[in-house]
């Protein structure tokens, strides 16, 4: 009978680069907590010169490629998982699906009462359309990534062909009205997000939530993500057995996806440097959206490869041992940086959302980060999972829980 994995069985490179993609995560989600996207693009233009290196830098390094690094190992996941169910593929077929509805649970909860980026409830839907595909022969599965991949490259085109269809508007229309006869129809999304009166901060949460599908469409975000996902099956398949053995990964898999995603990465961030803008239905849009597509997956790729081969250098340093404890957790504190950024930023906390210069979104990475490995070290020094892992993989599992695996996974690694 299968059961959750205890802490010796886990790979500690593995959990350490998720706590690495993490910190990427809380460094991108931080430019929409700081304010920058209320923000018009000749504003952006205008801003201080620290704050536009800064901003220069994120882009460049971390847009995108953060979560290309969390989607590869959500697809290793489910691919390591698979094997341990000894009772068949059914097992685990009911595994997964139980795993993955609870993951939107806690998805949509997030999205709707804590903060509107979330990106759980998209993982979960992705992971549900995974559980075939991952079945599929190494082979088909190169062609159903690249395919998946190559996806978003058209994708922008479509949309601008298709621009004044009332579909891509419909869901952002549904939202203004009903924020219209709520009664805050006078109010700026940034004075909703900032306002006194909670109500305000949660409906308007809730609000933007609501436009959430229509612009994981637009961006073609569902088909990338799907498409790292298999890649990380492969991965998976491919690579274990080195990384069981600690061996070096060829850097065919990893130096050039992550030297072509460099050079396509820079153009990107040049490309929000010149304009202040992200995303345009434009010719000049088409091409920012090209190369995004391209960075972010290769460079992703290789920045994950990069780390690996700094693991097998360096080993259990303090910072590797700090991010592996983050990574044990990560369920935990990806759902804690983006609360603990809230009570900063939203009008529930502090309300700092536009006071702060974009300079400092790197130190307040650091602090949110220095906090969470404090506290899981503290939380891992007494339970075996993070809270939240605890409660979801005791749900998935549900009667294949093995006691006695249980019992030996209170222990210490």
Not at 41 to 51: F, R, T
Not at 109 to 122: A, P, R, S
Request: contains cysteine; hydrophobic residues 50%; charged residues 15%.
């Amino acid at each position: 009978m299968a059961a959750p994995t205890v802490a010796r069985e886990r790979y500690e490179v593995l959990d350490a680069l998720r706590g690495f993609a993490l910190f990427g995560i809380l460094l991108a989600n931080l430019n929409s907590f700081f304010g920058l996207y209320f923000l018009s693009s000749s504003e952006i233009v205008g801003l201080p010169l620290a704050d536009r290196l800064v901003l220069f830098g994120i882009d460049w390094f971390v847009e995108g490629k953060f979560y290309t690094i969390f989607s590869l190992l959500f697809g290793m996941g489910c691919a390591l998982q698979m094997p341990r169910f000894d009772a068949g593929p059914d097992a685990f077929r009911w595994y997964w699906i139980r795993r993955m509805l609870l993951l939107m649970a806690i998805g949509l909860t997030h999205m709707f009462f804590v903060w509107n980026g979330d990106i759980l409830t998209l993982y979960s839907v992705l992971g549900l359309i995974l559980l075939p595909l991952a079945r599929l022969q190494t082979k088909t599965l190169w062609v159903v990534a690249v395919v998946l991949l190559l996806i978003p490259l058209a994708n922008h085109a479509i949309v601008m062909a298709t621009q004044d269809a009332a579909f891509w508007s419909s869901l952002s229309r549904l939202s203004d009205g009903w924020k219209e006869s709520l009664g805050y129809g006078g109010l700026s999304l940034f004075e909703m997000r900032t306002s006194s009166d909670p109500r305000e901060v949660l409906i308007i949460n809730m609000l933007q939530a609501v436009k959430r599908p229509i612009g994981y469409l637009m961006t073609a975000r569902y088909q990338q993500v799907l498409g790292i996902f298999v890649l990380g099956v492969i991965f998976a398949r491919t690579l274990t057995p080195r990384i069981q053995g600690n061996e070096p990964i060829p850097t065919r898999w990893w130096l050039v996806p992550g030297l072509i995603g460099l050079v396509f990465s820079f153009a990107y961030a040049w490309t929000k440097w010149a304009t202040g803008s992200y995303f345009g239905l434009d010719a000049f849009g088409l091409l920012q959206a090209v190369v995004y597509h391209i960075c972010a997956p290769t460079l992703g790729v290789g920045l994950a490869g990069a780390f690996y081969t700094l693991w097998r250098s360096r080993g259990r340093s303090a910072i590797m041992s700090r991010l592996a404890l983050l990574g044990r957790m990560a369920l935990t504190n990806y759902i804690l940086q983006t609360t603990l950024a809230m009570l900063l930023f939203f009008g529930y906390g502090l309300g700092l959302m536009g006071t702060l210069p974009y300079a400092a979104i790197p130190l307040v990475a650091v602090v949110i980060f220095l906090f969470q490995t404090r506290f899981s070290a503290f939380w891992l020094s007494r339970y075996p999972q993070g809270p939240l892992e605890l409660a979801w993989k005791r749900l998935a599992y549900g009667a294949t829980r093995d006691s006695e695996r249980e019992a030996e996974a209170s222990q210490p690694s």
